[in-house]
């Protein structure tokens, strides 16, 4: 199956930029034990969650690392009435107000230190709009992003399938698609990086959708 020129795909009305009925077929033709995945699973449900900036995504992503849920939306929270009457705080907020207010917040140091890189970064263009993040390439989107403190590979992959709907990402440091490479593949250890690289080559360009479906096959 010839891949499509997926830069000239137009955003859909789901946010996605591909047809995930497509890909499923797609990735069961190429590979029979993930469409057998597939066929289990169920259909595709994933739908990128809306935002209204990059910026806000990557507060939130920043304010979320290594905490459960509820602690972090409750410290997210404090933070954004901070600057009440606003509903989020914008760049030069983040940089004009103290640290010590920050962290008394519920930001540990670290997590005030990378929120005000962040800032700094998107007021000097390092961080790009949302508008122009959609017109960039995954890993020009990747090497921009994770100039900022405190922000890795994995959390700019979680953005690109998770945000921006991309077709195409498959984030091997992600613990759960290791562990749904291995049930699937029936490997007695997770996989190293380089296999599953390996075998993901035959997904493309699809890869986000095959790292969904792995992530579910923890739950079958």
């Given at each position: 199956?010839a ?6 795909i137009?955003?859909?009305?789901d946010?996605l ?7 499923c ?9 993930l469409?057998n995945?597939?066929?289990?699973a169920g259909?595709?449900t994933?739908?990128p969650?809306p935002?209204?900036?990059?910026f806000?995504?990557?507060v939130?992503s920043?304010?979320y ?14 933070v954004?009435?901070?600057?009440a ?15 010590d207010r920050?962290r008394g917040?519920?930001?540990s140091?670290a997590k005030t230190?990378?929120l005000r890189?962040?800032?700094?970064r998107t ?5 790009p709009s949302?508008?122009r993040v959609?017109?960039m ?5 990747v090497e921009r992003l ?16 998770f945000?921006?709907g991309r077709?195409d990402v ?10 749904g490479?291995?049930r699937t593949?029936?490997k007695r250890?997770l996989p ?5 690289n390996?075998r993901?080559?035959r997904w ?12 579910r096959a923890l739950?079958?």
């Amino acid at each position: 199956m010839a891949a499509p020129d997926l830069l000239t795909i137009e955003p859909r009305l789901d946010g996605l930029g591909y047809d995930p009925d497509l890909a499923c077929r797609h990735l069961a033709q190429v590979d029979p034990a993930l469409g057998n995945l597939i066929a289990r699973a169920g259909q595709f449900t994933m739908r990128p969650t809306p935002s209204h900036s990059l910026f806000q995504s990557l507060v939130r992503s920043i304010v979320y690392q290594q905490l459960s849920g509820r602690a972090a939306a409750t410290i997210l929270g404090r933070v954004t009435r901070l600057f009440a009457p606003k509903r989020f705080p914008t760049p030069r907020d983040l940089l004009e107000i103290s640290p010590d207010r920050l962290r008394g917040a519920g930001l540990s140091t670290a997590k005030t230190a990378a929120l005000r890189d962040l800032a700094a970064r998107t007021l000097d263009g390092t961080v790009p709009s949302l508008a122009r993040v959609r017109r960039m390439e995954d890993e020009e989107i990747v090497e921009r992003l994770t100039a900022v403190r405190g922000i890795g590979r994995w959390t700019v992959e979680m953005l690109l399938i998770f945000k921006l709907g991309r077709p195409d990402v498959l984030p091997l440091g992600d613990l759960g698609v290791r562990k749904g490479f291995a049930r699937t593949f029936r490997k007695r250890k997770l996989p190293e990086p380089t296999v599953m690289n390996r075998r993901g080559e035959r997904w493309r360009p699809y890869r986000s959708v095959a790292s969904w479906y792995l992530w579910r096959a923890l739950e079958l």
